[in-house]
């Protein structure tokens, strides 16, 4: 186990171990609690067509791509970095944060199943926190930072269209800050990584921070919600 992994696991038995009260709600992810969120106002219509993927960052990937893997048409997910360069796109270097990667994932997805729209909401409710600036939950640093990669201008509109939506309604008690920046390059994690959530749910980062928002997947969005996986490791398989 790395030095940064050991320290995510001091963190939840920490915060696990707190006296409830304001600090602890502040410290802990906003996003284990959910949040109800309107659909996008502007969105891709769900045809059939060529899968599409996004890249989204929002806090350490374990639970990003685990929220991911259970969402309905969705085919693929992969942990990586992203905002960086290729020759620097390593975990312990990426944990120094000056490298300009941020913990992202690769989502790639069935548009005739759900819609990028669909994507974005869940990725804006049940994520992650988008208001806080680079952290999420116990995780410090630019890359934890809140982040969606757009790979073409449709995406970066319907992206920017949804946060401006998101704002204007006050949808969150402070302004996001999401960034919104041209994909540079995707690099996939270490293999020890991937679908990390799914191979290790008694990890106590992984209970305290990550299983609450898969919860709250099932309980916002029922009818995008699937309780099978879909594992990187089953996708390579194929």
Request: net charge negative; glycine share 8%.
């Amino acid at each position: 186990m790395s030095m940064r992994s050991t320290l995510k696991v001091l963190s939840a038995v920490l915060l696990i171990g707190a006296t409830a009260g304001l600090a602890l709600r502040e410290t802990a992810s906003a996003a284990d609690r959910g949040v109800t969120l309107p659909a996008p106002a502007l969105d891709n219509q769900k045809a059939p067509g060529q899968a599409q993927s996004i890249v989204l960052s929002g806090g350490c990937f374990w639970g990003v791509q685990g929220v991911f893997e259970h969402v309905r048409g969705v085919r693929r997910v992969v942990a990586g970095y992203a905002g960086g360069a290729r020759d620097s796109a390593h975990y312990e270097t990426v944990g120094l944060g000056n490298t300009g990667h941020a913990e992202s994932v690769q989502v790639s997805f069935d548009p005739s199943q759900v819609s990028l729209g669909e994507i974005l909401q869940v990725f804006f409710s049940v994520v992650h926190d988008p208001t806080q600036v680079n952290r999420q939950g116990p995780d410090v640093g630019t890359q934890y930072r809140s982040e969606i990669f757009y790979s073409d201008a449709e995406q970066r509109k319907l992206a920017e269209s949804y946060i401006a939506q998101l704002n204007e309604a006050h949808a969150f008690s402070r302004p996001i800050a999401t960034r919104v920046d041209p994909l540079p390059g995707f690099y996939a994690a270490e293999d020890y990584h991937q679908d990390f959530l799914q191979h290790n749910p008694n990890y106590p980062y992984i209970v305290y921070n990550d299983l609450p928002k898969i919860e709250n997947l099932k309980r916002l969005f029922p009818a995008e919600y699937t309780s099978e996986p879909v594992l990187l490791s089953n996708v390579a398989a194929r």
